[in-house]
């Protein structure tokens, strides 16, 4: 029952991000049902696709994924957010006329808006990290089959 309070004070709050958890772990403990993704993760995953998508056009696929180290990627923070990681500041991309120059930073999930907030934000991009980073594994493991079997 602890889950069902919680729910309903997260409701209170207004907290969305963390209402939908809450409800969904309470509803998923109640019916033995597993997790399912709540509204706020499934939008953040597709602007972190559009994200993913502008960092490639920008900076190429497989340029910038190892630099940006998922451990320490908070989009909240102007140090360690994407373009923080990537260009040394956030906020001097903007005032710069940067790689930002001419795109909407919140539909890139670069920032965060009242629907989706910066902590959905940065866990969006950890998952989207990794799964880029396994399948540049798997790519690289296809690829040295390849040339076993030529050898």
């Given at each position: 029952?602890d889950?069902?309070?919680?729910?309903?004070?997260?409701?209170?709050?207004?907290?969305?991000?963390?209402?939908?958890?809450?409800?969904?772990?309470?509803?998923?403990?109640?019916?033995?049902?597993?997790?399912?993704?709540?509204?706020?993760?499934?939008?953040?995953?597709?602007?972190?696709?559009?994200?993913?998508?502008?960092?490639?056009?920008?900076?190429?696929?497989?340029?910038?994924?190892?630099?940006?180290?998922?451990?320490?990627?908070?989009?909240?923070?102007?140090?360690?957010?994407?373009?923080?990681?990537?260009?040394?500041?956030?906020?001097?991309?903007?005032?710069?006329?940067?790689?930002?120059?001419?795109?909407?930073?919140?539909?890139?999930?670069?920032?965060?808006?009242?629907?989706?907030?910066f902590?959905a934000?940065?866990?969006?991009?950890?998952?989207?990290?990794?799964?880029?980073?396994?399948?540049?594994?798997?790519?690289?493991?296809?690829?040295?089959?390849?040339?076993?079997?030529?050898?």
């Amino acid at each position: 029952m602890d889950r069902f309070y919680n729910a309903i004070r997260s409701i209170a709050r207004g907290d969305v991000g963390r209402r939908n958890e809450m409800l969904g772990s309470f509803l998923g403990g109640l019916f033995g049902l597993e997790p399912t993704p709540n509204i706020v993760d499934i939008l953040a995953d597709r602007r972190v696709g559009q994200g993913m998508e502008f960092l490639d056009r920008t900076y190429g696929r497989g340029n910038w994924e190892g630099i940006v180290n998922r451990r320490l990627l908070d989009i909240q923070y102007d140090s360690v957010c994407m373009m923080g990681q990537l260009e040394g500041s956030y906020n001097r991309q903007l005032e710069s006329g940067g790689v930002l120059h001419d795109v909407n930073p919140v539909s890139l999930a670069f920032m965060e808006d009242n629907l989706i907030p910066f902590g959905a934000l940065t866990r969006a991009w950890d998952r989207a990290l990794a799964r880029r980073t396994h399948e540049f594994y798997t790519e690289l493991q296809g690829e040295r089959q390849g040339s076993l079997a030529l050898a």
